[in-house]
């Protein structure tokens, strides 16, 4: 059994590499897209480059992620978490001096497998690290200090590309990499690796990635046509095929079909794909917006984003108390009509807008409408599936967020119309970014309309803390494999 306590010097050092090595993976998840004009700028990329830049890190991080838990548990959890770390920094390395975009995009692919590695490995560690009695709170803090991560992240990566410059923002994963591995090695006992069976599922997890990337260069390069782009379509929807194939005849696969056999978790995960969707578009699109057509600096951007992660980090645990009480129907279909409301006031937000009139409201409503379905849905795809399944329920959960952002990102500028050298032209963005509010407050009432009709069973009693105090905005949190069954 776990026995390290919070308070010993070896507990703060655990909960220190911990924090620093996921804050790494949540950092790039949310400053990147402010420094994406500046990016453009100095490497004269184009718009799909610039999707690309995003969606490199995406494919990777959600066709691995599942994966990268399972080499955890059989190689030993410090292990996989420790080489994740700096697989993630020498990845990060390339993309500071990256001399292209061509090489920046290929960089952020090697990011997102450094990422798949040890996102996965630093909830678990604490898990199986602490003493039950401190378990909680140790969680507890894990996830609060990662919502703080995840909170100044925009700021931070703002003030990097107005200051030293936008390769800073990858550059900065090192230093922490330098403390976090040292740290990781010296004070965090190894865990996993006695217990598992079964053989991986390698085949899967490449078909997943394969279908991912190749529907994703479809829809980013559908625009300029050609055969190479239907090419890439046909067998993209090849590989999504194949890949549901593998994984009803695999013995142990990566994602049993069998856990959809739950309403209430499928349900949730249509409902997710909806959000993420909606918001993985939104984020990438706003800081563009706030930059070329209202005129913003990059830190200016960066810190006008802030109140939606900061409601998140506050008011999560709350919600998430209500929806005890009452149920998750009423937040998972109220949460993506606010947010939804929230995109539809961002339709104001154009040339000489005010932030305090026209930007804030906007902001306010949407953080309040993720408060609202976060904390819930999280809990729920906990709750519809047996104790000893949590772990890979919420990795799905986790990964179709991060497929459905990805998605959006690629197809949203092909849905408006946005060309490839919109982000240069101030009025062509403004009309394309009000066609792409459009589209994603859509997106958020079909989810609503979904939880509405489907999600009907009381919610589980969910005081993980994980899922209460959580700020990231490109994924709900993620669940580790509950420890009885790991230490087994």
């Known amino acids: ?61 959600a066709g691995l992620i599942l994966l990268g838990g399972a080499l955890g548990d059989r190689f030993g959890r410090r292990k996989v978490f420790v080489v994740g770390v700096v697989w993630f920094a020498a990845a990060s390395l390339l993309c500071g001096i990256a001399p292209n975009a061509g090489v920046l995009i290929a960089a952020r692919a090697l990011q997102g497998v ?35 991560g995840a909170a ?146 990059a830190l ?10 900061v409601l998140m980090l506050l008011l999560s645990a709350r919600s998430g108390e209500l929806a005890d009480r009452i149920g998750p129907r009423i937040p998972l279909t109220v949460g993506p009509l606010l947010c939804a409301a929230g995109m539809l006031l961002m339709l104001r937000v154009g040339p000489g807008a005010s932030y305090l009139a026209d930007v804030l409201p906007a902001l306010l409503v949407l ?14 795809v906990l709750g519809s599936v047996s104790v000893v399944r949590a772990g890979l329920a919420s990795g799905i959960n986790n990964a179709a967020a991060r497929a459905a952002g990805l998605m959006a990102v690629a197809a949203l500028p092909l849905l408006v119309g946005m060309g490839e050298e919109a982000y240069r032209e101030p009025a062509a963005f403004d009309t394309a970014f009000g066609k792409a509010m459009g589209w994603c407050a859509g997106a958020l009432v079909v989810g609503a309309l979904l939880a509405a009709v489907v999600v009907r069973r009381p919610p589980p009693d969910c005081k993980r803390p994980e899922c209460l105090r959580h700020g990231g905005v490109t994924a709900p949190p993620l669940e580790g494999e509950p420890v009885r069954k790991r230490l087994s």
């Open 1 to 61: 059994m776990p026995d390290v306590r919070l308070a010993s010097p070896q507990g703060k050092w655990i909960l220190l590499t911990t924090v620093l090595g996921s804050s790494m993976a949540l950092l790039d998840s949310t400053v990147v897209n402010v420094a994406l004009p500046r990016i453009g700028r100095d490497l004269d990329a184009n718009l799909s480059a610039l999707q690309w830049t995003v969606n490199a890190y995406m494919v990777t991080l």
């Open 114 to 148: 450094g990422g798949a590695l040890l996102t996965p490995g630093s909830l678990a560690l604490i898990q199986a690290s602490f003493h039950p009695d401190d378990r909680g709170r140790a969680v507890g803090l894990w996830s609060g200090f990662g919502g703080v």
């Open 152 to 297: 100044v992240g925009p700021f931070v990566g703002g003030w990097l590309v107005d200051g030293p410059g936008w390769r800073w923002v990858f550059l900065l994963n090192v230093p922490l990499a330098l403390v976090c591995v040292p740290v990781a090695l010296r004070h965090v006992p190894e865990s996993g690796g006695e217990g598992a069976r079964g053989r991986f599922d390698v085949l899967g997890a490449l078909l997943g990635a394969l279908a991912l990337a190749l529907v994703t260069y479809a829809l980013i390069e559908a625009g300029g046509g050609g055969a190479l782009v239907g090419i890439s379509a046909v067998a993209g929807t090849a590989a999504a095929v194949a890949f549901v194939v593998v994984e009803r005849r695999r013995p142990d696969p990566m994602m049993p079909p069998d856990i959809f056999a739950s309403r209430q978790f499928t349900a949730v995960n249509l409902v997710t794909l909806c959000v993420y969707a909606a918001l993985g578009g939104f984020f990438f699109l706003a800081a563009l917006q706030l930059q070329v057509v209202v005129g913003y600096s």
């Open 300 to 309: 200016a951007a960066g810190t006008a984003l802030l109140p939606t992660t």
């Open 367 to 380: 953080g309040l409408g993720m408060v609202t379905l976060v904390a819930p849905l999280t809990a729920t």
